[in-house]
């Protein structure tokens, strides 16, 4: 199946600090999602990106397919966007697959 | 509109015991899912239901049973609990075979002595 890799595994942030979250897949996808489980374990869709580029808010996302990759940006980050940052990924069967994630975490 | 809805949301078996996790979208989705998330392991696809009347393996099936009673549900069953089972269980909906959005339910943490 595919394969999914995350970087960095954990990112530890000043508030107001810019970071770069990467994810690397091994194969074509027609779907790609980025999601946030806050604290409390919910697992919130931050973005549906299989190709191009996306913002909401401070968050932005870019998927560049044909070198399998893409990357979630966080601006002036805040201590409500630690948690843990998944990318899922589907390629052209069924299976929507998940990377380790990249554990964030913004001190005040 | 309560989205994906699990239950239980927590559960304390012994070794051996059987139990069935459900799950249930009101969202009219066409695919449904059962992950497993372990400590530092991400979410691993126990099972998936790409439509209604069909289910397959995802990455770590074993030890698990699933059922699309309809669109709606799909409920994983665990036959005889293992230690190895311990772990949050997270049931997730998906409108498109192809794209779209995957909105998950709020997770069931159950734990095997």
């Known amino acids: 199946g595919i394969q999914v890799e995350q970087s960095p595994p954990d990112l530890i942030l000043q508030e107001g600090a810019n970071s770069t979250l990467r994810c690397n897949f091994s194969d074509s996808v027609n779907n790609l999602q980025w999601f946030h489980q806050n604290p409390w374990g919910q697992l919130i869709n931050l973005f549906y990106?299989?190709?191009g580029t996306k913002q909401n808010g401070r968050l932005s996302a870019t998927t560049v397919a044909t070198e399998r990759y893409s990357l979630l940006y966080i601006s002036s980050s805040q201590t409500t966007d630690s948690g843990v940052y998944f990318c899922?990924?589907?390629?052209?069967?069924?299976?929507?697959?998940f990377g380790a994630g990249t554990t964030v975490t913004v001190r005040a | 509109n309560a989205g994906v809805t699990q239950t239980p949301k927590f559960q304390v078996l012994k070794t051996g015991q059987s139990m069935t996790l459900q799950c249930a979208q009101d969202?009219?989705?066409?695919?449904m899912y059962w992950y497993r998330q372990d400590p530092g392991m991400g979410l691993r696809l126990i099972y998936y239901?790409?439509?209604?009347?069909?289910?397959d393996k995802g990455e770590v099936p074993n030890g698990y049973n699933v059922s699309r009673l309809n669109k709606r549900e799909f409920s994983l069953r665990l036959e005889s609990a293992a230690p190895s089972q311990t772990s949050v269980y997270f049931c997730?909906?998906?409108?498109?075979?192809?794209?779209?959005?995957?909105?998950f339910g709020e997770g069931s943490r159950l734990t095997v002595l």
């Open positions: 997730a909906s998906l409108f498109q075979l192809q794209a779209g959005v995957l909105f």
């Open positions: 899922a990924v589907k390629s052209y069967d069924y299976k929507l697959s």
């Open positions: 990106i299989p190709s």
């Open positions: 969202m009219n989705h066409n695919s």
């Open positions: 239901s790409a439509s209604e009347g069909t289910t």
